[in-house]
């Protein structure tokens, strides 16, 4: 009856495993992408954003490496050369996105599909008919309207920028912002980080918060709390001249806005088959990720649910799974670990504090806050936190927190045994691995 058995809108991260799951198992599969391959991750976000973090941390490991014998030498950055090898690796990622679509057997049309009914969908001049259409096309940066808004960046624009500026406001206080700023400063930019509120990344636990704005002060990144953006104006000479609500202002060079992200819905002609979507654009979808009209799913950032690259690939392999192998596959939303690739890094699974209290009534913390092994030579003020939550009924670590360097790395093995359900004991009777940061998560014996 139809020329494919699902046609996907987006080729990100979870557009990509989705069909190519789907094709593998069996199903006729086409897909439509319009900007680039790999989507928002690829292009610009996790792995740009990560070889940018990798390069900024540069600058600490010379300056470093004097405590451990290296003489100093001259050292000069090239942003041009990191622009252009970030760019080599991004275009080689396109065409292994694209290789793996053509070899699961997947049809790629170029271009912003839109649809045109529950069964079919309008890519440039061609309409083709599909029993299934799956909506992947994740979130865009959302810039909000102030006089002079033009004048501002997104996280989009930042990784192709012409020249690295000599001063840059960061506005915002979640995962972007605080990444970018840490990037900036890291580059040698002299940075200020503007957030709306008292506190940053909000729904961390308290004490992260607390301690990685610390942190980030000793990298030299200076913080602006309760201000918000009223104007931004360019001068003759290009320098934007930045006016906050309270009055106070500054100059910079550079303002990126890292205030959020909306599903990106526009133009998809969902208001024609009136799909339900909430306040800020997002496809409602159920547990098999199908939206209001039966035939239409949606997955990843755009049904705005866990905004996070491997939730999308993990929603992706469920809806394959249900959908065309039989396997109905509900996916686990608790328990998902997260990192900030801030300097230091910042990783987490699990409750936050307030969460657990609430939850469970009595919880017994542990945290140490303790300088690296490493800083015992380099110099660095950098300091490390870890924290564990434990239910003190079931003994149940139900919280893992940490700000340090590779965070990322030590909390992605802790996930497992989180998801195992791993008590404080089991904790307790594992022996450490020394000397590294890691092993205070096995020896941490007194509750705070």
């Not at 607390?210 to 030299?220: A, C, D, H, P, T």
């Not at 608790?334 to 969460?355: D, M």
Request: charged share 25%; net charge negative.
């Amino acid at each position: 009856m139809y020329d494919y058995d699902l046609f996907v809108i987006g080729a990100g991260s979870g557009g990509v495993r989705a069909a190519r799951m789907s094709a593998n198992y069996g199903a006729r599969v086409a897909c439509a992408e319009n900007r680039y391959m790999g989507g928002t991750c690829v292009n610009v976000g996790c792995v740009p954003k990560k070889l940018f973090f990798y390069a900024s941390h540069y600058s600490e490991d010379f300056k470093e490496a004097e405590g451990f014998g290296w003489e100093q030498s001259e050292k000069k950055f090239s942003w041009p050369i990191l622009r252009a090898n970030k760019d080599k690796e991004i275009q080689r990622l396109n065409i292994v996105y694209r290789d793996l679509l053509d070899a699961a057997g997947v049809t790629c049309f170029t271009g912003r599909a839109r649809i045109i009914d529950d069964h079919h969908v309008l890519v440039g001049d061609s309409e083709i008919s599909t029993e299934k259409i799956l909506v992947a096309t994740g979130g865009w940066p959302d810039i909000p309207k102030f006089l002079g808004s033009e004048h501002v960046i997104s996280s989009n624009e930042a990784f192709s920028l012409e020249k690295l500026p000599k001063r840059a406001l960061v506005v915002g206080g979640g995962y972007i912002a605080i990444e970018f700023a840490g990037i900036f400063a890291g580059l040698g930019v002299e940075t200020v980080l503007s957030h709306r509120g008292s506190l940053l990344l909000r729904n961390f636990d308290k004490d992260v918060r607390r301690f990685v704005s610390g942190e980030l002060k000793k990298k030299g990144i200076d913080i602006f709390y309760n201000t918000r953006l009223s104007r931004v104006e360019k001068q003759k000479n290009g320098v934007l001249e930045v006016t906050f609500a309270d009055g106070s202002s500054l100059d910079t060079d550079l303002v990126l806005c890292a205030t959020g992200r909306k599903p990106n819905v526009q133009g998809l002609g969902l208001e024609n088959l009136g799909i339900k979507c909430g306040d800020n654009g997002a496809i409602i979808v159920d547990e098999q990720f199908r939206s209001s009209v039966p035939s239409i799913f949606a997955l990843g950032d755009v049904t705005a649910r866990v905004q996070l690259t491997p939730v999308a690939i993990a929603e992706a392999m469920a809806f394959a799974k249900t959908h065309f192998k039989g396997e109905q596959t509900i996916l686990d939303y608790q328990g998902i670990p997260t990192a900030v690739f801030c300097q230091p890094n910042i990783s987490t699974v699990g409750l936050t504090e307030a969460e657990a209290k609430l939850e469970f009534g009595h919880i017994q913390i542990f945290k140490s806050t303790f300088k690296g092994l490493k800083h015992s030579l380099s110099g660095s003020d950098e300091k490390t936190m870890m924290k564990l939550i434990v239910d003190s009924a079931s003994e149940r670590v139900v919280g893992i927190h940490m700000v340090g360097p590779e965070a990322g790395e030590i909390i992605q093995g802790l996930a497992v045994a989180f998801k195992a359900g791993a008590t404080k004991s089991d904790y307790d009777a594992t022996i450490g691995i020394h000397p590294t940061s890691a092993e205070e998560f096995v020896t941490m014996r007194e509750p705070v």
